[in-house]
């Protein structure tokens, strides 16, 4: 008889993640969704990094671990039960040749405990399982009912049974050696939480270390997400190198590590159809764990999180749901209404005068499209013209910037008409994979087009005006008039620019060669804190309490 595992020193506690609703993060544990959906997995592989062995459990409404098995070996593979095809490379598939282990079993009920079915398993040469609340015992993984049942027929105990499609098989990595099967027709989650030392884990998946526990949740037929569940401090330790340089100044990393609790702990999440508290990529925030041979957590990376421990920014007594960061801003932050269309009090934009005090990469920008290109690619994006065909691109350019400096409209001119872009969209709308082609932020003008009315002028950076009608103007002795004439001369930056009461033709700017260029500074959506404007900052000698308190509106740090 196998002697069972002592309980991890690692201890955390756990959420039931069936039941997982889009709450705030709960005691102080955070569920990380590192393959879900579209990235779903049909098997996946966990090696014991610190420890040897593993424990099979799930995880109850309080987020705390339920055991009810083990194993002692060091590299399991979790995989969606049904037809299993193991190749010569020891990789698992649904088709194809190789070993096989198929759907069917003999089934053997009636053990108390996981100990009694591992042992009845061994002399029966099958495995213990997990089958809807009860233990029980399978031998051999048979392509049809009958095989199965002949198999019972022959060990003279018995019925034939199939695993169910939200079952889970565990094997021994690049086997078919099966240790375990968890089934609880998808009211419980398999989960997996290593055996580890002097209260740490540590088990590589995909290239990368994690600690705390994994779990599986199996849609019905379909593949298994896969999800880290670790402590919270542990989970902003993983965010922080991969999210900022972990070598820059301690006041900078410690801004990062607040924004990243708070964000991890925010009661709206995006993704709670999946269930777990926040993704891994910059959807949400990347994150990696403990790293890669490469790239890994620093001491001073590490020492922001411990110094902040459970610091996270509130907004007049309640947490900030939207403690969004980027790069650089180019020279001002932007409203969160600007950008996104919903106003947020905490996340209004200003003018930064702390990026240009340092150096930073790739910080001017620069990229030519051609007419040909626009025209295509906004061909593709039918969400952001509203479906609208305009027909060939013959110009682009900014009908209005905020009153900050950042771009909040474009407006792109075709053959068959006008569409234009508003907030984050002035960004994105430019992105195309296909041509290599991106804005970097909403800092940003475009040479090559312009406004196409007759005489039109940009006023005050922000509006765009193209005729007289409901313009006033306010003389030296303070007599508003209205402009009424057949037009009007404008001195600006570039000369005189004459606006005509009645409009003119809307004949489009060409531009002279076909190709429009945009040319701008900062990298991200403008709102929030500026990661390089924080490291600026703490060179500068501020702490992180002020940098968050420059960066975000009336907030509090708690």
């Given at each position: ?62 987020r705390k671990f339920e055991s009810v098995g083990w194993t002692e ?284 005090q340092i150096s930073i990469p790739n910080y001017r920008w620069s ?192």
């Amino acid at each position: 008889m196998k002697k069972k595992l002592l309980m991890l020193l690692f201890v955390v506690t756990f959420f039931a993640l069936s039941a997982v609703s889009a709450s705030a993060v709960s005691n102080d544990t955070v569920i990380v969704g590192l393959r879900y959906g579209s990235s779903a997995m049909f098997s996946a592989n966990l090696e014991n990094a610190l420890g040897k062995g593993f424990e099979f459990g799930w995880f109850d409404e309080d987020r705390k671990f339920e055991s009810v098995g083990w194993t002692e070996e060091t590299a399991i593979s979790m995989t969606a039960a049904g037809d299993i095809y193991m190749g010569g490379s020891g990789t698992y598939s649904s088709d194809g040749g190789g070993e096989y282990l198929g759907p069917w079993h003999v089934q053997i009920d009636g053990f108390r405990d996981y100990e009694t079915a591992l042992d009845a398993a061994e002399d029966y040469g099958g495995y213990p399982a997990w089958v809807n609340w009860e233990y029980v015992v399978r031998v051999g993984c048979y392509g049809s009912k009958s095989e199965a049942q002949d198999a019972a027929d022959r060990l003279g105990e018995g019925y034939a049974e199939r695993s169910s499609s939200t079952g889970v098989m565990v094997t021994v990595t690049r086997t078919t050696d099966v240790l375990f099967e968890f089934d609880c027709g998808g009211m419980l989650d398999l989960a997996v939480q290593p055996e580890g030392k002097r209260g740490e884990s540590s088990t590589w998946f995909k290239g990368y270390k994690y600690g705390g526990a994994f779990a599986y949740p199996r849609v019905t037929g379909g593949n298994l997400n896969v999800y880290n569940v670790l402590d919270l401090e542990s989970y902003v330790k993983g965010v922080i190198p991969y999210e900022m340089n972990g070598n820059w100044p301690l006041e900078a990393l410690k801004a990062q590590a607040v924004c990243a609790r708070t964000y991890a702990c925010r009661t709206s999440k995006h993704l709670s159809v999946y269930g777990f508290d926040v993704c891994n990529t910059t959807c949400c925030q990347v994150y990696y764990g403990q790293g890669s041979g490469g790239t890994s957590a620093t001491e001073t990376s590490d020492a922001a999180v411990e110094e902040t421990a459970g610091e996270m920014l509130y907004y007049y007594g309640d947490l900030v749901q939207d403690a969004v960061y980027h790069s650089s801003d180019g020279g001002a932050t932007e409203d969160a209404a600007n950008v996104w269309g919903t106003d947020k009090g905490y996340l209004k934009g200003k003018k930064d005068p702390y990026e240009s005090q340092i150096s930073i990469p790739n910080y001017r920008w620069s990229v030519t499209y051609t007419a040909d290109e626009l025209t295509w690619i906004l061909e593709q994006k039918p969400s952001m013209t509203g479906g609208k065909n305009i027909g060939t691109v013959q110009n682009v350019y900014v009908s209005e910037y905020t009153p900050v400096g950042n771009v909040k409209k474009v407006t792109f001119e075709g053959t068959r008409g006008t569409v234009t872009a508003s907030g984050d969209n002035c960004r994105s709308i430019f992105y195309s994979s296909t041509y290599g082609k991106s804005v970097q932020s909403l800092r940003f003008s475009i040479s090559g087009g312009g406004p196409s009315g007759t005489g039109s002028v940009m006023v005050n950076g922000s509006t765009v005006l193209g005729e007289l009608d409901g313009v006033s103007v306010i003389s030296g002795s303070g007599k508003v008039s209205g402009l009424d004439g057949g037009g009007v001369s404008i001195i600006t930056s570039s000369g005189v620019s004459v606006v005509s009461a009645s409009g003119g033709s809307a004949k489009p700017t060409t531009s002279k060669d076909g190709t429009f260029t945009i040319t701008g500074t900062g990298r991200g959506h403008n709102v929030g804190m500026s990661q390089y404007g924080a490291k600026a900052m703490a060179e500068d000698g501020y702490d992180y309490e002020e940098i968050l308190k420059f960066y975000y509106t009336d907030i509090t740090i708690r």
